[in-house]
């Protein structure tokens, strides 16, 4: 009881903060506090750390690719003594995996990732005292957000974000695309020639589409899915399938797939964009908004280094550091002072849209589907990312 | 007398210092033990019970939210491949893929075979020898990854193929098919040139002197002799298909196979990837009892 009591004010605090940072105007899923408020998770009750001790002489991380750099690792361990010991992953499925086996101490969860890694108790709460770079220039939209802030709890500590945006091939496509419709609609005049992201949460992509073209289907978040609107965006998903002319689940695979002629427009990252080198490829964030998603540093309910783990959080928030990994992986940082260190930096946050909140109002970033439903509705169940796997591989059978 | 007595020391010294080799020479079933201690070790305790272990965890059920399996029983896992008409539908094209493979395997493997066994000058069969075999060497990605190349619009057979007015398949069903039968062909020409060797030359002469054609003598000589090596190669292109889905997911466009289904599930709901790492299982069985059924693995 005592629980609940100081839970519900935090978690409408951070409801809020949601829908600041997510929603899109007017169809913002409702601004009674009680609707989003009403989403309690039951997560198990894990402890977190109350003081820095000791480096415990390292730490292991999973990361994505371009994380963790000797660019900067190596400068971490002079410093606090801790070795970094670092293992990829290329999913957020193989990192939830990894992260359960106990042998890691953090990771960079992304949103569909880490509502699992909560619930699951792989995951313990973060003493945000112990890290004196989260403060005040954390960007607004990555603060308090439902996929790392659960009950009032923070259990991610954010490092940066991105939007999936339509790229097009300006040789083809020569007017710039304002819409989705280009990749959804069967006579969409690139038929044959787009992208999709090969993945269940792709279904997310749809949903926001539907949102703008089919109101009457009521979707208010694309990652709170009834059974009928899972099935529209399945029937989506299924018709896009016919003009589909490859799917794209590795990054290398989706360059080759534009630079190659294969493809011509399409979902894309704004970093493989400039990974491809190509300047007669664009991108551009269509009028329906889009999908994006946002990584979190997390640490493990198991960690055996607790210490150095706290202390790489705390020295990858820095602007530095936190600028540093942001501009090798091409994305947004999630400290903003890293913006007004030099030329070079404002440079990247203006590309990569940093401080653009207006930029970001229209990206619902990637958050694990739950029976919950997170757009505070109660009157029906939501699909779960189950129901969302099953339903993404009858689309392509 | 006095060369004896120091051979008989010698014979007791060494049963005195081994007494294993003693005690394995007087018995037999120990002896078979020890030689099959460490290979059974490694079939039974790693091999079979994981595979044992994973169909086990096909009856089991998963948390949906947390994905954390737990064990219980339920066919549903099962049922869904069934009930599913996209399950069924990705099943099937599998079958018919591998099938494919197989097919297009055998009918290179077969003329190369008698061209490099019965016409080709000992120089030029080393050079096709290494030529099959050279692609082993490359690794699996790699192959895979210069066929992605190959068939990209702006590629090599587009460009190759353009004065003639054909345009290749993209990324498709058929590249796919493609891809496998370059990945797994030398596993079928292999055996089928060795058998095709070891026919003699003069049963060809044999069957042309009594009028046979050239495909008379392939079809009522060769292939019922190369019949087993044919069948051999078959069950590694066949199954070797069945379980890919990276060929799929890097040049099949929006191809889909078992294999895809299975990586999908792998990590979210591990009962239901189980469940359907069955059916590849169920085909190379059904396979191998059909083969059985010919009669040609008595011959093997």
Known sequence: MKKKRMLLPAVAAAAALVLAGCASGDDAPGGDVDAPGGLQIDVPDVPMLESLGEGEGQVN??????????????KFTEETGCVVNRRVAGTSDEMVTLMRTGDYDLVSASGDASLRLIAGG???????????????????????????????????????????????NTEVVTETPTSWDVVWEADSPYAGKITA??????????????????????ITNPYALDETQLAAAVD??????????????????????????????????????????????????????????????????????????????????????????????????????????????????????????????????????????????????????????QAWLTVKG | MTTTAPARVDRSSTAGTRPLSTMLYRRPRLRLAGLLAIPMVWLVGVYIFSLAMMLVTAFWVTDPFTSKVKPGFT????????????????????????????????????????????????????????????????????????????????????????????????FSIVTVILTLTYLWFPYMAVPVYTAIRQIPVNLFDASADMGAKSWTTIRTVVLPLIKPALLAGSIFTFSLSLGDFIAARFVGGSTQMIGSIIASNINLNPPMAAAFSVVPIVFVLLYLFAVRKSGALRNL
Not at chain 2, 136 to 155: C, D, N, P, Q, S
Request: charged share 15%; net charge negative.
């Open chain 2, 75 to 170: 066919l549903d896992n099962f049922a869904s491949i069934f009930t599913t008409p996209a399950y069924l539908a990705t099943s099937l094209r599998t079958l018919g893929i591998a099938l494919a493979v197989t097919v297009v395997c055998a009918l290179f493997a077969v003329p190369l075979g008698i061209f490099m066994a019965k016409i080709a000058s000992p120089w030029l069969r080393g050079v096709l020898a290494v030529a099959i075999t050279l692609p082993l060497w490359a690794g699996y990605l790699v192959k895979i990854l210069a066929m992605r190349i190959t068939f990209t619009e702006e590629g090599f057979f587009n460009w190759a193929l353009a004065p003639l007015g054909i345009t290749g398949p993209g």
């Open chain 1, 197 to 218: 992201y090969d993945a269940p949460i792709y279904i997310a992509d749809a949903a926001v589409y539907l949102m703008a073209h089919q109101p009457e289907l009521g």
């Open chain 1, 236 to 389: 989506l998903l299924k018709q896009q399938n016919a003009i589909v002319s490859e799917y794209w689940g590795d990054p290398a695979a989706q360059i080759t797939s534009f630079v190659g002629g294969t493809t011509v427009v399409g979902t894309s990252w704004e970093v493989l964009r400039k990974l491809s080198g190509e300047d007669k490829l664009k991108g551009v964030l269509p009028e329906e908004g889009s999908t994006g998603w946002s990584d979190a540093w997390m640490i493990s309910s198991q960690s055996q280094n607790p210490n150095c783990a706290y202390l790489w959080m705390d020295y990858t928030s820095s602007p530095e550091v936190n600028g540093a990994i942001a501009m090798n992986f091409g994305m947004a940082p999630a400290n903003a002072a890293f913006c007004e260190l030099s030329d070079e930096a404002a440079a990247h946050c203006e590309e990569f849209n940093a401080t653009d909140e207006e930029y970001f109002k229209n990206v619902w970033f990637w958050t694990t589907p739950i029976e919950q439903c997170v757009d505070g509705r109660k009157d029906v169940t939501c699909t779960n990312f189950q129901q969302w796997t």
């Open chain 1, 122 to 168: 792989d995951v313990a709460p973060i003493n945000t005292e112990l890290i004196p770079n989260f403060g005040d220039d954390i960007v607004e939209g990555m603060k308090g957000q439902i996929y790392d802030t659960i009950n009032g709890k923070s259990y991610g500590i954010p490092i940066g974000r991105g939007a999936n945006i339509l790229q097009y």
């Open chain 1, 61 to 74: 991380i999973v990361a994505w690719s371009g994380f963790v750099e000797p660019a900067w690792s190596d």
